[in-house]
């Protein structure tokens, strides 16, 4: 069974930080991409940013680009997203994805497994 847990939501203020984290297990961890993304209250779910299987190649989505970063660690078979200068505009709830594709996946349909999300609250 295939289970993405994410954990590390919370309330800041704007201009702070957080740490998302999404531990997977039930699949062959190495060998999927994992991306995050964000749902925010009455929008459609939004592509954050993305890492490919070994790490080597991350994509971000222009709003959060130089502001958040993705890491991975296989060994722990569980995936970051640091978020830095939080804006309100931020808030939303996070979901983390496994893909199977090589090249860059952007859009949820591209993801086969999801988590159930955190929520994440930056206050101005």
């Known amino acids: 069974q295939v289970e993405l847990v994410e954990s590390g939501g919370g309330l800041v203020q704007a201009g702070g930080s957080l740490r998302l984290s999404c531990v997977i297990s039930?699949?062959?961890?190495?060998?999927?991409?994992v991306g995050w993304f964000r749902q925010a209250p009455g929008k459609e779910r939004e592509f954050v940013g993305t890492?490919?299987?070994?790490?080597?190649?991350?994509s971000y989505a222009d709003s959060v680009k130089g502001r958040f970063t993705i890491s991975r660690d296989n060994a722990k078979n569980t995936v970051y997203l640091q978020e830095n200068s939080l804006k309100p505009e931020d808030t939303a709830v996070y979901y983390c994805?496994?893909?199977?594709?090589?090249?860059?996946?952007?859009?949820?349909?591209?993801?086969?497994?999801w988590g159930q999300g955190t929520q994440v609250t930056v206050s101005s």
């Open positions: 994805a496994a893909s199977r594709k090589i090249t860059i996946a952007t859009t949820p349909s591209e993801y086969e497994y």
């Open positions: 039930g699949l062959s961890f190495s060998w999927y991409a």
């Open positions: 890492i490919n299987w070994n790490g080597g190649s991350t």
